[in-house]
């Protein structure tokens, strides 16, 4: 017999059991190359406050069966929300709001014989359950990756009914945290497909140059199922390169290709190839760019050629919207904008933005530097919050790791030195490693500090030894007062790396005039000084190998209360919410056009 505290432990493992389940799961490699139905589009949706719809199982979506029956809600006839988008920018009610909405919408999916079915999200923000037919599927947490769940089983050809609660709380265990310096945007923020495959399909693959080897084009695919002797062919027409191999007991297929003709991507001359993959009974293709980067002592080598990084930031916002950027039309926004500048390279902040982006950066020529929203404050102590930096990790590099324009992982934004954070960002940084190295991993550190007896700038965390390249922000004639003139500002950081100040700035209110050495004059003038001496700073940092201004567009954040000059607006921007270049714009391009 079982007694009451194991029948308690045997209960509580079955529950835990199923609710681990219904994780979703990390997607297959390249869904924009694969056959989708888009369920973006008006969503129904009910805003629930104060969290009764679970409760209610309004996931059920019920009606009146008989005289006495009624329910207290219905989706049909009320509130209508784009998807994808966020839902702050949809309605004033919701600018500032946190908690949960409900989505549903209904979809009809005919079958193909013998083939699979999966509902994929690019990104609900920040945590979610999804429920089918009034059955819950699958729950995801983090806001900036992707996942998917099959329901191949659960669908119906017609009329499925589909819910998802969405939840954009603050949660001291959560990445980012309780508090950050952009907008806490809500909602179904990217596309919804329904991907559609055969029973055993490509699942994954990895074609990549060799790091250092530049003729050598390592390439690993994973079918769908554990099948052995299941044929592969890899073809890339261009180079006339193409192979037959038989899967091992895992469905997997490890090769390389030799060839003396790749020409290599590069910002000025971003070539990709089309590379096709196909199996008995599935086939996909893909533009795969190849490059090497690698660093040697102070340098950063592209292609054998050290470089230096023209970089630029920007959130995946929309100022001009005031919401989240979500399309194609979004990306090239964004990044024109950063082209017009002159940079080679963007630094994403500070989460994974949308594939669009991704993937237009990578045509246009831009080497890209992604991260996870491990953003100060974040609760190192904790295991289940490591447990889901590791997975953000995981989620972001499977989407991503076919993108040459990739360069540099990001583990984490200004984090303050301590055993737990060490732990914590070690285990992100082997994550990474045991998926792909190819990348130079990267951190951003915010502890550079003047040092009065040595008269220089120095700092002293030494997990920086940890890391590919090193990177800093600091706010010099902003946060922190100039302790000797620019031009005599002396660095010692990170010697024998390379070192990216990845952060540098201060605000201006665009149009505004104003004193240009008294900081609070919020003008243009002021912000136009600050790069000036910056930019005469960064001549006396001797492993400098690449700078990225803060930031590109003026964001909303909540930081920001000054009631004229900011207006819940971080002012940091190159460019206005509205899009007006500032003055210090011109002073950036010209540097980079300099480099
Ligand atoms: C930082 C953060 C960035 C902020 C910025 C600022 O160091 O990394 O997310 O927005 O400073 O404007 O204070």
């Not at 530097?369 to 447990?387: K, L, R, S």
């Not at 360069?407 to 200004?414: C, D, I, K, P, S």
């Not at 024998?496 to 003008?523: N, R």
Request: net charge neutral; aromatic share 12%; with cysteine.
């Amino acid at each position: 017999m079982i007694k009451l505290n194991n029948l308690h432990f045997v209960l509580s493992l079955f529950f835990s059991l199923m609710v681990a389940n219904l994780f979703a799961q990390q997607t297959m490699t390249n869904v924009y190359g694969r056959r989708v139905q888009s369920l973006n589009g008006k969503w129904d949706a009910i805003v629930d406050l104060y969290d009764q719809g679970k409760k209610n199982k309004i996931y059920l979506n019920k009606k009146p069966e008989n005289k006495t029956d009624f329910y207290e809600y219905a989706f049909e006839n009320g509130l209508r929300l784009n998807v994808p988008s966020d839902w702050n920018s949809q309605m004033p009610e919701l600018k500032y709001y946190e908690g949960t909405i409900w989505y549903a919408r209904r979809f009809d999916a005919a079958k193909d014989r013998g083939g699979r079915l999966f509902l994929y999200f690019g990104a609900v923000s920040y945590r979610c359950r999804i429920y089918l037919n009034g059955q819950e599927i699958a729950q995801h947490e983090g806001g900036f990756t992707p996942f998917q769940v099959e329901i191949t089983d659960a669908v119906k050809e017609k009329n499925n009914f589909l819910a998802v609660e969405v939840n954009n709380t603050r949660r001291v265990d959560a990445i980012p945290a309780m508090a950050f310096d952009w907008w806490n945007y809500g909602g179904i923020t990217r596309d919804v497909f329904l991907i559609r495959t055969p029973s055993v399909f490509i699942d994954d693959y990895f074609i990549q140059l060799d790091k250092t080897g530049a003729d050598k084009i390592n390439a690993s695919v994973k079918l769908s199922e554990k099948k052995a002797n299941i044929p592969v062919t890899i073809e890339i027409p261009e180079l006339q390169l193409k192979q037959t191999l038989m899967t091992d007991a895992h469905g997997e297929i490890k090769t390389a290709f030799v060839s003396q003709k790749i020409k290599r991507w590069s910002p000025s001359a971003p070539t990709l190839y089309q590379v096709k993959i196909s199996s008995p009974d599935d086939q996909i293709e893909e533009e795969i760019g190849f490059r090497n980067v690698w660093v040697k002592g102070e340098d950063v080598y592209l292609n054998g050629q050290s470089i230096f990084l023209k970089s630029i930031s920007f959130h995946e916002e929309i100022p001009q919207r005031r919401g989240r950027a979500f399309s194609q039309a979004d990306a090239a926004m964004l990044l024109s904008e950063a082209k017009a500048l002159g940079c080679n390279m963007i630094r994403l902040a500070h989460y994974p933005q949308n594939e669009h982006i991704v993937r237009m950066a990578e045509k246009m020529g831009f080497l890209l530097w992604e991260e996870i929203p491990v953003w100060q404050g974040i609760d190192f102590d904790n295991e289940a919050t490591e447990e889901k930096a590791t997975k953000m990790m995981r989620e972001m590099v499977a989407r991503d790791k076919n993108r040459c324009a990739l360069t540099f992982w990001g583990v984490a934004n200004e984090t303050q030195p301590s055993e737990s954070r060490n732990t914590f960002i070690r285990q992100l940084i082997a994550t990474c490693r045991s998926m792909d190295t190819t990348r130079l991993i990267t951190a951003a550190f915010d502890l550079v500090r003047f040092d009065k007896e040595r008269q220089m700038f120095v700092m002293d965390d030494p997990f920086i030894k940890e890391l590919d390249v090193v990177a800093v922000n600091k706010y010099m004639g902003w946060y922190h007062p100039w302790p000797v003139a620019p031009d005599k500002a002396k660095w010692e950081v990170a010697k024998g790396q390379p070192l990216i100040i990845s952060e540098f700035g201060g605000e201006a209110l665009s149009g505004k005039t104003g004193d240009a050495d008294v900081v609070s004059s919020w003008s243009e003038d002021y912000q136009a000084t600050l790069y000036k001496n910056n930019l005469e700073m960064f001549k006396h940092i001797p492993n400098l190998r690449g700078t990225s201004p803060w930031v590109l567009f003026d964001f909303r954040s909540p930081f920001r209360f000054h009631p004229t000059n900011q207006e819940g607006w971080n002012r940091k921007g190159l460019i206005s919410d509205q899009g007006y270049r500032k003055k210090a714009w011109f002073l950036m391009k010209a540097y980079y056009d300099s480099k």
